[in-house]
């Protein structure tokens, strides 16, 4: 891969607003778009703070267990990086409401027949100072 194709403009744009719209799901508590982010196969793996869902059979139960958050949260450091078109990665730091705890989060996504899709995901929080 050439040093051209790492986040061409429209890629970059285009995985950006499907981050921040899972991030609105996310504190939607949507889960039947939540569950749409994720790549609907026996190979998605998501590691969460206290959790972990090898397969989106167990992710889609997961979503369904989970209640809505009852806090506000703030992300910090958003970092999108796209390589060519159909692959990209989003990290971000983030603040919770209800902890003093400096949150993590990292997605791998990938385009699958057009539709961009969580392949693997990352959530975890530890103390900070301040």
Known sequence: M????????????ELTQVFHAYEKAFM??????LNGYFWP??????????????GFDA?????????????????????????????GTALTEFTRSDTALRGFQSQTWVKLEGVWRIAAA???????PN
Request: avoid cysteine.
């Open 122 to 128: 990352h959530v975890s929080m530890i103390d900070w």
């Open 28 to 33: 939607n508590n949507d889960v039947e778009a």
């Open 2 to 13: 050439k040093d051209k194709e790492i986040n061409l403009e429209s890629v970059h744009h």
């Open 41 to 54: 196969d026996a190979r998605v793996t998501r590691y969460g703070i206290a959790d972990k869902q090898i």
């Open 59 to 87: 992710l889609v139960d997961f979503r369904r267990k989970t209640p809505a958050p009852d806090f506000t949260r703030e992300l910090h450091h958003v970092r999108i990086t796209t390589f060519g078109y159909e692959f």
